[in-house]
């Protein structure tokens, strides 16, 4: 039997091209999808909550398409929990060796990208209440993230973002 190695590196909180190496940092815990969203149960295991150390964890997988992503807190909001990660998909072939990178953002990271979204969505067509509902939810977005402190990396992003707006 062929399987392959998934190794999973998460980055530091706010930080999309470091590793969270660190000793003492909270551990993250590791969940692997089928890309319709059911957890991967193979060979007798479920893929869920699977605990990193130094930002790292290498699990054996079976070939297949995936869907990769960490958070911070396993007990919440199943079947993933709370504060998720980026999510990336992965293929893995027999005999595979493959890496992937979770960015762990920060909350104003989330709540920066959130507000985007809703105002990319408020630009379009959409139903008198939906929209209504979503400028409101703007705006408590926005007054949120008055109170938030802010991350370098998010604030070089937006800076970026508004600029390429025009």
Known sequence: ???????????QKGEPCRIDGKRDAPPLFV????????????????????ETK????????????????AVEN?????PLGNHLTHIQIVRANCGDHVCVTLFNP???????????????HLAGELPGEIAGRMKEALQAVARL??????????????????????
């Open 54 to 69: 130094c930002g790292h964890l290498e699990v054996e997988i079976p070939v297949g398409c995936y869907v990769v992503g």
């Open 31 to 50: 969940y692997v999808l089928h890309c319709n969203g059911e957890v991967l149960e193979w060979c007798g295991r479920r893929y869920v909550a699977m």
């Open 106 to 120: 920060t909350f104003h990271f989330c709540s920066h990208w959130f507000r985007t979204a809703m105002e990319v």
């Open 1 to 11: 039997m062929s399987t392959a190695k998934l190794n999973v590196w998460v980055t």
């Open 145 to 166: 993230e008055e109170v938030l402190p802010p991350d370098e990396f998010t604030v070089r992003q937006a800076r970026e973002l508004r600029i390429g707006r025009g």
């Open 74 to 78: 396993p007990h919440g909001i199943p």
